[in-house]
C-alpha cells in the first residue's frame, strides 16, 4: 500500500491516521484515496485497497479476509465433476456397451460478493466423482462432491453440487441389455446477492470482469449430463464409451469414453478418460467391460477488493 508523508518543521514524517473536518467538527472519515496536484494534473498517492491482479486458488484451510477489502471476485468456482462408468460385455445378449459419462458440477465465472474486512471465510473443494466398474452388479460410484464458500460475518455465500456418477441397471451376461444412464448435472443450490454493478477504490469496474472460464461477467448455472451409455449390435462389437459432460457452459471438455477392446479378443475395453475442473469423466469401453474415468475435481479461484 502507498505511504504518506508530510512535512513537519524541515522533516517529513508518514502519516497514520488522518480526520476530516465535517460541518463544524473534526470526525473519523474512511479515506479510500488521496490526490495531490502536481504541475497542474491530479496524481493518485493513496488507495485504501489495491486490487490484486493474481488470482488465489483455495484450498479447504480457512481464508482471513483482508482488513480493507469488502468484496470478493470469484473468477471461477465449480462442484465436481461426476465419475465415468464401466462399458459392458454382452456376448450372449448380442451386443456390447460402452459406458456411460458423469455428470459436471455446477458453476460461477466471474461474480462479485460483497463480504466483511477481517472476517474468515470457510471453502469447501468439491472432490472429484470416482471411476465406476459397475459390471451386472447395477448402480455406480459416488458422484462429484460439493463446492462451497462461507463467511463467519456474512454467511453462506455459495453452495455448487457435483455432477452425479455414470448409472447401470438391469442387464446380465445371459442379456438382456443394461440400461446406462450418464450423470445427473449439479446444481446451484444456495448463493447470496451477487453484485451486478460497481467500481473499486483503484479504478476497475467489476463488470469488466471476464478473465473466468464463461468469458463474461457475472455468469452462474448447472452442470450438464453425462452421456448415455452407447449399445452396439452383436457379438464381440467394438465401440467407445461415451463421453463426460463439459463444465462452465460447455467451455471446458468432460472426458471421452474409453476406447475399446480388441474385438474377439480377451482384451478390456479401455478406461474412460478423466474429467478435469468439474467436468464430467467418459464411460469405459467394449468388450469385457472397460472401467470408466474419474471426474474433474472442483475448484474455487478468487481476489479480494475494495468497492467504493
Do not use: C
Not at 80 to 94: E, I, S, T, V
Amino acid at each position: 500500500m502507498t505511504q504518506f508523508y508530510v512535512k513537519d518543521g524541515g522533516s517529513f514524517r508518514e502519516v497514520s491516521e488522518f480526520f476530516l473536518r465535517d460541518g463544524t467538527s473534526f470526525t473519523n472519515k474512511t479515506i479510500t484515496n488521496v490526490y495531490v496536484k502536481d504541475s497542474g494534473n491530479w496524481r493518485e498517492v493513496f488507495t485504501l485497497f489495491e486490487t490484486p491482479t493474481s488470482f488465489t486458488t483455495a484450498t479447504n484451510a480457512n481464508i482471513t479476509v483482508p482488513t480493507n477489502a469488502n468484496a470478493i471476485h470469484i473468477q471461477s468456482a465449480v462442484g465436481g465433476g461426476g465419475g465415468g462408468n464401466a462399458g459392458q460385455a454382452y456376448d450372449k445378449a448380442g451386443g456390447e456397451q460402452g459406458g456411460p459419462g458423469g455428470g459436471s458440477g455446477a458453476f460461477l465465472s466471474d461474480v462479485v460478493f460483497s463480504l466483511t474486512g477481517g472476517e474468515t471465510l470457510t471453502p469447501q473443494i468439491g472432490a472429484a466423482g470416482a471411476a465406476g466398474n459397475n459390471n451386472y452388479s447395477g448402480g455406480g460410484p459416488a458422484g462429484g462432491g460439493s463446492t462451497t464458500l462461507s463467511g463467519s460475518t456474512t454467511g453462506a455465500l455459495f453452495t455448487l453440487t457435483g455432477g452425479g456418477s455414470g448409472q447401470v441397471s438391469g442387464g446380465g451376461v445371459q442379456g438382456p441389455l443394461a440400461t446406462l444412464t450418464g450423470g445427473v448435472a449439479g446444481t446451484v443450490s444456495q448463493i447470496a446477492t451477487k453484485l451486478s454493478s460497481g467500481t473499486t477504490v483503484d479504478g476497475l469496474n467489476i463488470t469488466s470482469f471476464t478473465s473466468g472460464p464463461v468469458g463474461s461477467f457475472n455468469q452462474s448455472g448447472s452442470g450438464a449430463a453425462g452421456s448415455n451409455g452407447i449399445t452396439y449390435g452383436g457379438d464381440n462389437a467394438n465401440g467407445v464409451g461415451a463421453n463426460g459432460a463439459a463444465s462452465f457452459s460447455g467451455q471446458v471438455a468432460g472426458g471421452t469414453g474409453g476406447d475399446a477392446g480388441n474385438g474377439g479378443g480377451p482384451e478390456p475395453g479401455q478406461t474412460g478418460n478423466p474429467g478435469t475442473r468439474g467436468s464430467g469423466a467418459g464411460g469405459g469401453g467394449t468388450e469385457q467391460g472397460g472401467p470408466g474415468g474419474a471426474g474433474g475435481a472442483g475448484e474455487i479461484v478468487f481476489r479480494f477488493m475494495r468497492i467504493a
